[in-house]
């Protein structure tokens, strides 16, 4: 289906110059030489994208009317992308119009190359837009509690999986997530939590790579006074405290065998003992945990417990990667940016259309944590209300990938070991943790592609 646009414009040769570009790319196009008319064509029709001027009565110069036209559209719909056309030298006020939500701004007279591909990244983002909001309503049907997080999971990859999480969810049933670094694990175990029958009852998170072998019992079961050389007083340990409520343990592949061993007996029996006590107290909890790594592999090289596997993996849930998501792009970079406008009190801040274009294309190997980051630095690093390309620091990555898509999976792997062992100068354990995999399978791929690596 053409993308439609509605262009208000009262000078006749600026739009018949428009209709003429706006065909030859494939545009449908719809028009009014002022705004009540822009209004009333809005009103009746669905549109892809607005491109208004901001003055239509002769010798005014003040912006005015099209600051009011942009401000009817939006109360119209939301999610309609806006694009205002100044004339050179007017940057002002289309700088304000940004400031009252226009996504853009086009100066005349225009670059048509410039034009069209404003257009096109504001027509993606407003449909992305739409999806998120119309599957958002979609899913406040199915929640009984209006207050569980929305997730952003509007792209075809996504929506399996949240279906999958709204059926799980009200059960007690423990669930594994699996996913590359950064792909959400944790956000999707709270929305578990928050949609469970649980979500008066605490939500507890450990880090199993976070504690020193020696400290982990006491972290998860408390320890009594005495119990050895610092335990100075009674502790609780994060099962009692999950008591009636969710237990989620991140990095679960990075469990000791030891620890592996008392997980199990405590989610087979629902009992704990505080290490230095005798006292058997029971614990109501459900269990989340999350990994990267490939817990099959694991369970095949002695590394992992199979028995422990099945009780954690009642329901697996993968998270796919953000490059196989891509329709989400748009709806999460407009989230983070208004998270980070907020916080870093910057609400004139827009990205700018070659910007806009950069963050659709590059391939996100950090997944949504990078994109996250990347908007994060892009708001603290820019000065004006536009943030451009040379504010996010993707170029190089960007040009990487252009790479990448002429190489075989071998070369990918090979390129991807590299770049992980130079990254942690050479240390083969700290490597195998980034690229998700274990100290002995990095060995092994190390030794297939002959690269050389210190220990």
């Not at 064509?41 to 003040?62: K, M, Q």
């Not at 792009?329 to 274009?357: G, K, N, Q, T, W």
């Not at 590059?362 to 536009?386: C, D, F, I, K, Y």
Request: net charge neutral; hydrophobic share 40%; with cysteine.
């Amino acid at each position: 289906m053409h993308p439609r646009v509605l262009v208000a414009d009262d000078q006749p040769d600026v739009v018949e110059a428009l209709r003429l570009l706006l065909d030859s790319a494939g545009f449908g196009l719809e028009t009014a030489s002022g705004p009540a008319e822009a209004l009333a064509r809005a009103r009746v029709g669905e549109f892809d994208a607005a491109l208004i001027d901001l003055n239509y009565t002769r010798d005014t110069t003040s912006g005015r009317e099209g600051l009011d036209l942009l401000a009817q559209l939006r109360d119209l719909d939301a999610t309609l992308p806006v694009v205002v056309m100044t004339a050179w030298g007017s940057v002002e006020g289309a700088v304000q119009a940004m400031r009252r939500g226009a996504r853009d701004y086009i100066e005349k007279p225009w670059d048509n190359t410039r034009l069209l591909a404003t257009l096109e990244t504001q027509i993606e983002f407003g449909r992305a837009l739409r999806r998120s909001q119309k599957l958002e309503t979609e899913n406040r049907r199915l929640r009984r509690d209006d207050g569980v997080p929305p997730l952003i999971a509007g792209s075809p990859a996504m929506r399996p999986v949240l279906r999958m999480m709204e059926r799980v969810a009200p059960s007690d049933a423990n669930v594994l997530l699996t996913g590359e670094h950064g792909t959400g694990k944790e956000v999707a175990a709270r929305w578990l939590h928050a949609a469970s029958q649980r979500q008066d009852a605490p939500l507890v998170t450990v880090n199993m790579g976070g504690f020193a072998e020696g400290v982990f019992e006491s972290e998860l079961f408390g320890h009594v006074k005495g119990a050895f050389t610092d335990a100075r007083t009674d502790r609780i340990g994060c099962f009692e405290l999950a008591h009636r409520g969710t237990l989620f343990l991140d990095e679960i592949a990075n469990a000791s065998l030891k620890i592996q061993a008392n997980l199990l007996r405590v989610l087979e029996t629902g009992e704990i003992r505080r290490v230095g006590s005798s006292v058997v107290r029971r614990c109501d909890v459900r269990v989340l945990s999350a990994t990267n790594a490939d817990l099959d592999e694991a369970v095949a090289e002695g590394r992992f417990r199979e028995d422990l596997l099945y009780r954690l993996n009642t329901v697996e849930i993968d998270l796919p990667p953000l490059r196989d998501r891509e329709e989400d792009i748009p709806v999460l970079v407009s989230h983070f940016l208004r998270r980070y406008s907020a916080r870093y009190r910057r609400p004139d801040v827009a990205f700018s259309a070659e910007a806009s274009r950069t963050l659709l294309r590059h391939p996100w190997p950090g997944n949504v944590r990078e994109l996250l980051q990347t908007v994060e630095r892009a708001v603290v690093l820019s000065r004006g209300p536009e943030i451009g390309v040379e504010h996010l620091g993707l170029r190089r990555a960007s040009t990487a990938q252009r790479a990448l898509e002429e190489m075989t999976l071998g070369e990918v792997e090979r390129l991807l070991i590299e770049r992980a062992l130079e990254r942690c100068r050479g240390n083969v354990s700290r490597a195998a943790d980034k690229l998700g995999l274990s100290r002995s399978a990095l060995y092994r791929r190390i030794e297939r592609h002959r690269i050389g690596a210190g220990s």
